[in-house]
């Protein structure tokens, strides 16, 4: 006969394995980033691995994207995750595994450089994404400055490893992208207190406006009108029934414009600091956050940023388009030069979302 301390030691194991299978399948209450339980036995194994080291570029949004994609690599293929950051990136986002730069001893060819538009980002993709290339290169490093996670899944045999080792059968991207994410990212108390703060539980539309923050940027991001996107926001607002707004945004004028809008029912930070600076960086997080936590989000097209807060709340993200007009968007972030890259792919064409504007 099972003793009555055996039999509420099987409750309890019952009960544990039930609710942790509740928290993988659907997440916590909290819409803070939390981990997953499902990547603990690749973590413990990790030590025993080959490194595949990834180095991220430029800002928060960038950075983001790239590890995710990374980690999905490292994952897909068996290989121990470092990420390539300084010090106080790796704090504000609760790496693990990490280095400050690149071995100074590391083999030439092993790297693979997914940057920008440059001729040998082509020739990378092509690496990552057909099987047969990759199973003949001896990769040990991936620089990037944008998403990529379709290169890694292009690959069948990689695409089941993956969805096997996320419990996610039969997944998309978008799914993919928000489990790594969750598991990767352990963001700092301080930083997820302020977002809490900023987008307290109930019906809230949170809006990302990137505008430049450098002179050199006025060519590079999208303009878009701050009373156009504003009016999506109210539009968005209306169709959802909330009754406040969040505003992510480094510029002081649409601040102000959203004060006069919507005086005490829109929050948003009121630092200036530097983005680049240790102080902005963990201000950005704190948007990042008060964005995941957020009902609606209406963003910036073209944004890295914007693509990160959606894609890990699985929010479907209204687009303002510099003309003004206001388009519904998938979840998944966006690839801005996948198409460009795998234009001749010699391994069947490449499945992966759309951007606006199109490019």
Not at 208 to 215: A, I, K, Q, S, V
Not at 292 to 310: E, I, K
Request: glycine fraction near 6%; include cysteine.
């Amino acid at each position: 006969m099972v003793s009555k301390a055996v039999r509420s030691c099987i409750v309890i194991a019952c009960f544990c394995a039930t609710l942790r299978v509740f928290l993988v399948t659907f997440g916590t209450a909290s819409k803070d980033v939390h981990p997953s339980g499902v990547l603990d036995a690749y973590e413990m194994a990790q030590p025993s691995l080959s490194p595949l080291r990834v180095y991220p570029r430029y800002g928060l949004g960038n950075v983001i994207l790239t590890l995710v994609s990374g980690l999905g690599l490292a994952v897909a293929e068996g290989k121990e995750f470092v990420a390539v950051v300084p010090q106080q990136t790796a704090e504000l986002l609760g790496l693990r595994r990490h280095m400050w730069q690149l071995p100074h001893d590391i083999k030439e060819g092993t790297v693979l450089n997914l940057v920008g538009a440059r001729p040998q980002a082509a020739a990378a993709a092509e690496r990552i994404a057909c099987c047969e290339r990759w199973m003949n290169s001896s990769v040990s490093a991936v620089e990037s400055d944008q998403y990529f996670l379709p290169l890694v899944t292009h690959c069948g045999h990689r695409r089941k490893k993956l969805d096997g080792t996320l419990e996610l059968p039969g997944a998309n991207n978008g799914d993919r992208f928000r489990r790594l994410a969750r598991w990767l990212l352990r963001p700092r108390q301080p930083e997820i207190a302020a977002a809490r703060e900023l987008v307290p539980q109930g019906r809230v539309v949170g809006i990302h406006l990137r505008t430049p923050m450098f002179d050199w940027e006025d060519d590079q991001i999208p303009h878009v009108p701050i009373d156009a996107a504003f009016d999506c926001a109210d539009s968005v607002a209306k169709d959802s029934s909330a009754t406040a707004f969040f505003l992510a945004t480094p510029s002081q004028a649409a601040k102000q414009a959203a004060k006069e809008r919507w005086g005490d029912a829109v929050k948003f930070q009121r630092s200036e600091a530097d983005r680049h600076s240790e102080k902005g960086m963990a201000a950005a997080m704190v948007d990042l956050l008060a964005l995941m936590r957020c009902d609606q989000m209406v963003t910036s097209p073209l944004s890295t940023f914007g693509y990160v807060a959606h894609g890990m709340s699985s929010v479907y993200p209204t687009v303002v388009l510099p003309s003004g007009e206001c388009v519904s968007a998938p979840p998944e972030p966006c690839g801005h030069l996948l198409s460009l890259w795998t234009q001749e792919l010699g391994c069947g064409e490449l499945a992966a979302r759309q951007c606006y504007p199109n490019t």
